[in-house]
């Protein structure tokens, strides 16, 4: 993760209207075709259009009859468009891209500490963040960035967070796994005070248990939560030697929602490739912060699932897709031993790919 973050700009011939109609959830593959859909449609600047459609062959049927053809799932190419050597050349360059550069990236939190308390600090914001090259959406984030900061401690830390609320309305942060003193739990109202716009709340808790957690808003949380209020928070074991052994670790947060669908805050071709030498251990921490589940699916090579929710599994197994439900995380380890460039990606397809090719819930996992 790099060191700082940037706050995303937003150039003003690319504002646009946020995606309407996304909490309607259980219609997957509709909202996710009409994402992709709108957004495509409003950046020809992008993919080109062919000037003049070509010359329709004999064999296919005249374009009142393929008006009459029932919808087909996924991002539908424009009229003139259908052929397949324009539907491949779009596809190439969209992957062609990857991984492509924006503005905005996310973080590890610094601390300071004060008697024995690592003291981090948040600021709830309201910025244009770049999901994709040229697609700025509004977000509302911890520090300016989505996902939020990562916050690392260790187990039985003590821990302080300063959160000032820069929001137009009032929030709080919950942290998802922690077994905190009730009253530091977040929760508005029931355990909690909100922080109202422009206050400043302080939380205090212990780290415990060890593992990979979250933290996000529990107030107003289907619309903060969808538009970025979230963040990893890694709990790292006092005892590492009960733990798996890995190289290297990459932090996976899933969302969908007024953000598109996205990893760590970006939509494919935008995300950032999981790169490893053939031989290392790759730990992949999954969290899903959206309102869908993600069946995230790698070819090539074998995940082996070691922990649930922080928990380490009493019997690891292995599987080439781990479905990840709203609020889960799952702990996966992969041993790098075939070298290419795999495609791992969630496996509803409308969240993955459409006739503009991938987007969305997609990376690569490259074996150098
Ligand atoms: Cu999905």
């Given at each position: 993760m790099a060191e700082e973050g940037q706050q995303g700009r937003r150039p003003e011939a690319l504002t646009r209207r946020?995606?309407?109609?996304?909490?309607?959830?259980?219609?997957?593959?509709?909202?996710?075709?009409?994402?992709?859909?709108?957004?495509?449609?409003?950046?020809?600047?992008?993919?080109?259009?062919?000037?003049?459609?070509?010359?329709?062959?004999?064999?296919?049927p005249p374009i009142s009859e393929q008006q009459k053809a029932p919808p087909r799932e996924g991002p539908q190419l424009p009229p003139g468009t259908d052929t397949a050597e324009e539907m491949d050349r779009i596809h190439r360059e969209r992957l062609e891209a990857f991984p492509a550069k924006t503005s905005g990236k996310t973080y590890r939190l610094p601390f300071r500490e004060e008697g024995g308390v690592k003291v981090f600090e948040l600021e709830t914001k309201v910025v244009q963040w770049e999901v994709e090259p040229g697609v700025f959406r509004e977000a509302w984030t911890y520090n300016g960035v989505v996902p939020g900061p990562e916050i690392r401690v260790r187990e039985d830390d003590r821990v302080r967070v300063v959160v000032r609320n820069g929001?137009?309305?009032?929030?709080?942060?919950?942290?998802?796994?922690?077994?905190?003193?009730?009253?530091?739990?977040?929760?508005?109202?029931?355990?909690?005070p909100?922080?109202?716009?422009?206050?400043?709340?302080?939380?205090?808790?212990?780290?415990?248990?060890?593992?990979?957690?979250?933290?996000?808003?529990?107030?107003?949380?289907?619309?903060?939560?969808?538009?970025?209020?979230?963040?990893?928070?890694i709990v790292e074991p006092k005892d590492p030697g009960r733990w798996p052994r890995y190289d290297r670790e990459y932090v996976l947060v899933l969302n969908d929602g007024p953000l598109g669908f996205t990893i760590n805050g970006k939509s494919f071709p935008a995300t950032e490739p999981i790169v490893a030498r053939r031989g290392e251990r790759v730990l992949l921490r999954w969290m899903n912060e959206g309102a869908m589940v993600h069946p995230m699916h790698l070819h090539g090579l074998v995940m082996e699932v070691v922990a649930r929710d922080g928990w380490l599994l009493p019997a690891p197994y292995r599987v080439d897709t781990v479905t990840v439900a709203p609020g889960e995380r799952w702990d996966t380890l992969v041993v790098a031993d075939n070298p290419g460039k795999w495609a791992l990606h969630c496996h509803v397809l409308p969240?993955?790919?459409?006739?503009?090719?991938?987007?969305?819930?997609?990376?690569?996992?490259?074996?150098?």
């Open positions: 946020r995606a309407i109609g996304w909490i309607a959830g259980g219609v997957a593959a509709v909202a996710g075709a009409l994402f992709a859909w709108r957004r495509l449609g409003r950046q020809p600047e992008a993919e080109p259009m062919p000037q003049e459609p070509e010359p329709k062959t004999g064999s296919q929001l137009p309305e009032s929030t709080t942060i919950h942290w998802h796994g922690m077994r905190v003193e009730n009253s530091q739990d977040g929760v508005s109202f029931l355990t909690t909100v922080i109202k716009p422009g206050e400043t709340f302080t939380y205090e808790f212990t780290a415990n248990p060890a593992g990979t957690h979250m933290y996000h808003s529990h107030h107003n949380s289907t619309k903060q939560v969808a538009m970025g209020l979230l963040g990893p928070l969240h993955a790919e459409g006739e503009h090719g991938m987007f969305g819930l997609v990376t690569v996992f490259i074996v150098e």
